[in-house]
């Protein structure tokens, strides 16, 4: 009997995704994904259209991805990070406020690269950027990437990310995000499961060094993403290594984006165990929603 498939890291138009929260939904079905985590950027807003779009037997894990600011482990420096919640109570007040808190870091954010690269000369604007936004969405570079393929400037959101919009480019404005350790604190507070996401993606930028998450999981740090597209081969073995030595759960997920990314949904797995040892980690009374 085949294992079914298992992705905990999706975004939707709720946040910087392409695929309506319904329309993940009919995307991962088609894919043949039995169980899908929803996990936009600082917002659960996608996750009653998603619910109300499940079929018959496909699970849904309510998520979301809260950007967070780390310690490197090196020296003094930090660097941006993120954190995968699970399952938490979305009203908790807590998880309320600071989400949207951070999504009005990302919309000043989004504003402020906008005006940066209006006055460079780029054909953008931020009503033309911000009018593709669903309603409620958190803003992200994403909705300016697209803007400027759109407008011919470059022929990708890779290509914009590559030469205009990285982390520290001329046009890069920085947001204050949430310290990982107090967000981890306030997800399992609201009766969440946190995990660290993606934390070895180097082609990003710098990163953590891996006594950061063994630190992050005696304070209470609930699993690690090991197999991401943006994981080397000996960084997951690494990943592999230190989950077991800590006792985190390993995860692995597609970082599904449509087609903001090339990468497909499910192109990265998480196993039923792993899945299992998650919800057993939530508070009780929380469960994976069933269509």
Same mark, same amino acid.
């Not at 619910?51 to 020296?75: H, K």
């Not at 009005?104 to 005006?115: A, Q």
């Not at 920085?174 to 350790?181: E, N, S």
């Given at each position: 009997?085949?294992?079914?498939?298992?992705?905990?890291?999706?975004?939707?138009?709720?946040?910087?995704?392409?695929?309506?929260?319904?329309?993940?939904?009919?995307?991962?079905?088609?894919?043949?994904?039995?169980?899908?985590?929803?996990?936009?950027?600082?917002?659960?807003?996608?996750?009653?259209?998603?619910?109300?779009?499940?079929?018959?037997?496909?699970?849904?894990?309510?998520?979301?991805?809260?950007?967070?600011?780390?310690?490197?482990?090196?020296?003094?420096?930090?660097?941006?990070?993120?954190?995968?919640?699970?399952?938490?109570?979305?009203?908790?007040?807590?998880?309320?406020?600071?989400?949207?808190?951070?999504?009005?870091?990302?919309?000043?954010?989004?504003?402020?690269?906008?005006?940066?690269?209006?006055?460079?000369?780029?054909?953008?604007?931020?009503?033309?950027?911000?009018?593709?936004? *669903?309603?409620? #969405?958190?803003?992200?570079? @994403?909705?300016?990437?697209? %803007? +400027? &393929? =759109?407008?011919?400037?470059? $022929?990708?959101?890779?290509?914009?990310?590559?030469?205009?919009?990285?982390?520290?480019?001329?046009?890069?404005?920085?947001?204050?995000?949430?310290?990982?350790?107090?967000?981890?604190?306030?997800?399992?507070?609201?009766?969440?499961?946190?995990?660290?996401?993606?934390?070895?993606?180097?082609?990003?930028?710098?990163?953590?060094?891996?006594?950061?998450?063994?630190?992050?999981?005696?304070?209470?740090?609930?699993?690690?993403?090991?197999?991401?597209?943006?994981?080397?081969?000996?960084?997951?073995?690494?990943?592999?290594?230190?989950?077991?030595?800590?006792?985190?759960?390993?995860?692995?997920?597609?970082?599904?984006?449509?087609?903001?990314?090339?990468? *497909?949904?499910? #192109?990265?797995?998480?196993? @039923?165990?792993?899945?299992? %040892? +998650? &919800? =057993?980690?939530?508070?009780? $009374?929380?469960?994976?929603?069933?269509?």
């Amino acid at each position: 009997m085949a294992h079914p498939r298992i992705d905990l890291h999706t975004h939707s138009t709720a946040s910087d995704g392409t695929d309506p929260p319904a329309g993940l939904v009919r995307t991962a079905a088609a894919a043949g994904v039995d169980v899908l985590a929803i996990t936009d950027h600082d917002t659960t807003g996608g996750w009653d259209e998603a619910v109300a779009a499940l079929p018959a037997g496909m699970r849904l894990v309510r998520g979301a991805e809260f950007s967070c600011v780390s310690p490197t482990g090196r020296d003094d420096a930090e660097v941006s990070v993120h954190l995968l919640g699970y399952l938490f109570d979305p009203t908790h007040e807590a998880i309320v406020a600071e989400q949207a808190r951070l999504r009005e870091e990302r919309h000043h954010r989004l504003v402020g690269m906008i005006d940066k690269m209006a006055g460079a000369g780029y054909p953008v604007d931020v009503e033309t950027v911000f009018a593709h936004l *669903p309603d409620g #969405a958190a803003a992200g570079r @994403p909705h300016l990437a697209r %803007a +400027l &393929v =759109a407008a011919g400037v470059v $022929g990708s959101v890779d290509e914009a990310f590559a030469t205009l919009l990285y982390t520290g480019s001329p046009f890069y404005v920085a947001k204050t995000d949430t310290p990982v350790r107090v967000a981890v604190e306030m997800v399992r507070a609201a009766g969440g499961v946190a995990v660290f996401a993606h934390p070895l993606a180097r082609k990003r930028g710098r990163v953590v060094e891996p006594s950061v998450i063994a630190e992050l999981a005696a304070a209470g740090l609930g699993g690690v993403e090991v197999d991401h597209p943006d994981h080397a081969p000996e960084d997951r073995e690494l990943l592999r290594a230190l989950a077991a030595d800590t006792g985190l759960v390993a995860t692995g997920s597609s970082d599904y984006h449509g087609t903001n990314k090339t990468t *497909p949904i499910a #192109a990265e797995t998480t196993s @039923p165990d792993a899945l299992d %040892a +998650l &919800v =057993a980690r939530a508070a009780d $009374g929380i469960e994976v929603l069933v269509g």
